[in-house]
């Protein structure tokens, strides 16, 4: 079992206000959320109005479907929202399904 977790960073050139980053941070939380079955939140940056960072977790199987899923993530981050993706790191934590419990 693979628990893996991306971040994003993006700049919204046009955000004057914090209601103007929220719209579209919710948008693309959202948009991540139903496309993708996966958890995404905000969770930095919170005070920067042109500036956020999404995390988005999920858990599969293996490592090839980890792989494969964090690229689709990090295409439609860079094609699904009026901002620019500035910065994406992701990290894959492996769970052995044998450990004793």
Same mark, same amino acid.
């Given at each position: 079992m693979i628990v893996a977790v991306a971040l994003f960073e993006i700049h919204i050139p046009y955000a004057q206000s914090l209601k103007d980053?929220?719209?579209v941070v919710r948008s693309l939380? &959202?948009?991540l959320r139903s !496309? /993708? &079955?996966v958890a995404a939140n905000e969770v930095a940056l919170q005070d920067f109005?042109?500036?956020a960072r999404l995390a988005?977790? /999920?858990i599969v199987d293996g490592g090839a479907s980890a792989d494969g899923m964090l690229e689709k993530? !990090?295409?439609f981050v860079e094609s699904n929202t009026d901002a620019t993706v500035v910065g994406w790191?992701?990290?894959k934590l492996d769970f052995d399904e044998?450990?004793?419990l």
């Open positions: 980053k929220r719209m939380r &959202d948009r !496309r /993708f &079955d109005h042109q500036r988005v977790s /999920f993530l !990090r295409s790191m992701s990290e044998n450990a004793g």
